[in-house]
């Protein structure tokens, strides 16, 4: 009885995590809401590149974006140019499996399908031909290209 209570409590609409966390959004912070969550570190002074976004969920324009996971790994991550809403997160971090620096996991399976053809195609990496079992599916180690590298690099920084 006493653990549905706190429940109640914690999930309640009045609650102080509830508030506080309605607080946080209204002022544009983003919780990571589990370990391994999207990228938590945009790469202060990186330019985004703006490309055609055209996978099996996405039909638009996109400005592409490095970030970096918790552990400092390269995250790609996909953005709406005129909104800033974010579209997609191109990439998987795979923290129990060894990863060069210049090196990311691409996520192309579920939301995401179609991702791997988009990034080859936009020269934003080259596909190594290695894939690293996750779960049910399988991640591409990819390398980032030279473009790719200059812009994550133009801002090395985490924000």
Known sequence: MRDEC???????VDSP?????QADLSVGKQRAPFKGSPPTHRLKGTQMIEIEA???HLNERAKVDFAKYENGRTAIVLFNPETHEQLATATVNLPETQLSDDHVFVKDWSENMGMLKLLLKEGLVEDTGHRVPTGYVEAALCRLTERSLAH???????V
């Not at 706190?6 to 309640?12: G, K, L, M």
């Not at 994550?152 to 985490?158: L, M, N, P, S, V």
């Open 6 to 12: 706190r429940w109640r409590e914690r999930d309640s």
């Open 17 to 21: 995590l509830a508030v506080r966390r």
């Open 54 to 56: 055209r996978t099996v």
């Open 152 to 158: 994550r690099d133009g801002g090395a920084r985490e």
